[in-house]
């Protein structure tokens, strides 16, 4: 799998600003894949972590729907962290990169856009399994 980190892109979420308040839309030019679910993410404690996998097929969009934390983005060599704390902008992640949410602020919620159903088999939960996946796959 030849996806890295340099691969990882923030997109911009169309949003309709109004004097009543702001309404942002996600269809399917703001996203590159179809949506097959959505999911979110709240009451996590700040010292929690989400995620320490990777996914051999799925492609994620994150965005923090309100607060923040931090995404640790790895792909077997570098290492990056994207800080999410802005509902117009969320986070692409492709198959093959290894990920790890911590420092979640209070009320913070991740909302999940997912390019397929849940499938355990698609899990890689083990970073050194997925360190000789990356090299081989
Ligand atoms: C990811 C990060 C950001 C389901 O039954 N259905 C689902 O759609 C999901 C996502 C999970 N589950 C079950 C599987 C486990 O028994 O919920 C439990 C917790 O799942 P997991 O430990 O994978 O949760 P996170 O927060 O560590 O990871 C999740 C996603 O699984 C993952 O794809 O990128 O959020």
Known sequence: M????????????PIV?????????????????????VYYLFDVPSK?????????????????????????????EDVVVETLNDPSKGLLILPGIWRELENFSSG????????????EADYIRDFITFKKWKSTS
């Not at 980190?5 to 997109?11: E, G, P, R, V, W």
């Not at 994620?60 to 077997?76: C, E, N, P, R, T």
Request: proline share 1%.
């Open 2 to 13: 030849k996806t890295s980190i340099h691969d990882i892109k923030i997109l911009d979420i």
């Open 17 to 37: 600003k109004e004097r009543r308040g702001n309404l942002a839309v996600i269809e399917k030019e703001v996203i590159p894949f179809e949506i097959k679910r």
């Open 48 to 76: 929690s972590k989400r995620g320490g996998h990777a996914h051999k097929a799925l492609s994620q969009f994150l965005i923090a729907l309100s607060g923040s934390f931090d995404v640790v983005l790895k792909d077997g």
């Open 108 to 119: 913070a919620v991740c909302l999940v856009v997912a390019s397929d159903v849940y499938f």
